[in-house]
């Protein structure tokens, strides 16, 4: 079994993370296409630097990245590559060039054709986690730039969010996108069966013709009953959370226009470039990656917060939510040996301005704390300068905080303007302490464009993949997701049993309870038509 935490070169890591300072004495930005990515503020030292470089030598990664970029299986569980950089790639690799270029054409003269036509005022795009998450952040990130249609997402399983999405459209203007690379996932399927019923009970006589499918499984999307004209198709060397760039970027073409999508495939593959060609020392998402892995698994950091300082990228924390913690939320090793260090920090985080007055107190003085990582942009999309003064002020205000603290000294002499008697002086001063020395990171978005938001994505994506090679796991499965989604197929089952004492058996006592006590009843469709019946009598809609 593999130990990485004896290994020679994790142990020079270590010890170099601990005597590097956290140093904000000398500017260390890196440019990566048109973003700067400054991790002044994180440890880094020569000493640092070196063992850096010895830590990805030891652990394979000119080799990794190499795989990745070749399209070799390096998604070593699952048997298959996870090659992405391919679908966004001017000219993609012999082999697969012609099929993603093939369906590419088909989804540029579908937008084409359905824009020439005039077709669909409307989108209901049904999908789920790398399904669901990049899309709908590019098209909430950028509609201010120019928004052609209304494009709802609905991606849970609960009957509120497609109702909710559903609402109010004509449904002769409306088009289903069902997003799905198994085509088998529970949420999707659902939905799109709701959406069907909407369909019909609103009078329309053939529904799926208002459907159109996007999936690595074509067979199934035709079974469902989507025309071959309307499936677009990925493959399976192409990871669900790295889905975006191929047929899955619809609605961004469909709400913004092909250019956007194109946009920002021509960001991420200059990204790819940065990410082969840059010199280590000056390559942004390997720096990154190693600061991560620095944070967690050597100064014990449990988490990070992302904070887009940017309320377009609201979205930007559940899309790297799923890349971060689906692709390392794990902690086996190739050969099947347990990761003896602590890995895979939960991220969690919220825009800034919203976040200072959410969560920031903790992040100052907590005696945990977490890396943060700050994103903005140098212009933004508007007139207010104010605004935008105020936002940048904050953003870089915070991070001085986190990164310099506020000593006992400075403290007392603050409350000793207005507190004269000294005992209490320094019990208020020690309230007012603030432990610094938290690392951070800036990320620097000249503008919020397709192409810019094309390049942030796939940084951070060859920082997850950077880590997952120094933690020596396999970014590209989730066998924890699937194991959960096997349990609740059982569970259905039990909650619709005619004899639910016999179905509740297997379970433990408290899930077996659950499942009796929730169990749905014909009471509940009463209560349901009940409260329906209300709304009616109310002047308001049947459905909630
Ligand atoms: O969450 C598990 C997962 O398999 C993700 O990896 C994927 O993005 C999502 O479910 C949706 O899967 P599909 O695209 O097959 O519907």
Known sequence: MSSLSKSPAWLAFSSAVHTSPLTA??????PAVDLEVDLSTQRY???FEQASAALLNQQGFEAARKGLFAGEAINWTEKRAAWHTALRS????????SAIKAEQERLANFVDLVNAQNLYRNVVHLGI????WGPR?????????SSRRTIRFASNVDAHAITGALDGLDPLDTLVIISSKSFTTTESLANAARAIEWFTANGVSEPLEHFVAVTANPAAARAFGIRDDRIF???????GRYSLWSSIGLPIALGLGLNALNDMRRGAAEMDEHFLNA?????????MALSAVANCSVLGYASFALCPYDARLR???????QLEMESLGKATQIDGSTLDVPSSPAVWGMPGTDSQHTFFQWLHQDGKGAPVDFVLCAKPDHQHTRHHRLLIANCLAQRAALREGKSFEQALAAVSQTEKDPVLAAQLAQHRVHPGGRPSTLIVLPLLDAKQLGSLLALYEHKVFTEGVLWGINPFDQWGVEFGKRLAVDIEKSLDAEDSESAVSAFDPSTAHWIRRLATSADDSHAYERRREERIARGQPPEA
């Not at 979205?315 to 939510?321: A, D, I, N, S, T």
Request: zero cysteines; glycine letters at 10%; charged letters at 15%.
């Open 279 to 287: 010199p280590i020392a000056r390559n942004a998402p390997v720096q």
């Open 233 to 239: 198709e990925f493959w399976d060397w192409v990871g």
């Open 315 to 321: 979205q930007l924390v559940p899309w790297l939510q």
């Open 25 to 30: 004495d000398s500017l260390r930005i890196l």
């Open 129 to 132: 986690g790398g399904s669901d």
């Open 45 to 47: 030292s020569v000493a």
């Open 90 to 97: 001017e000219h993609p690799p012999a082999g697969v060039a």
């Open 137 to 145: 952040l590019a098209v909430e990130a950028l509609a201010g730039v």
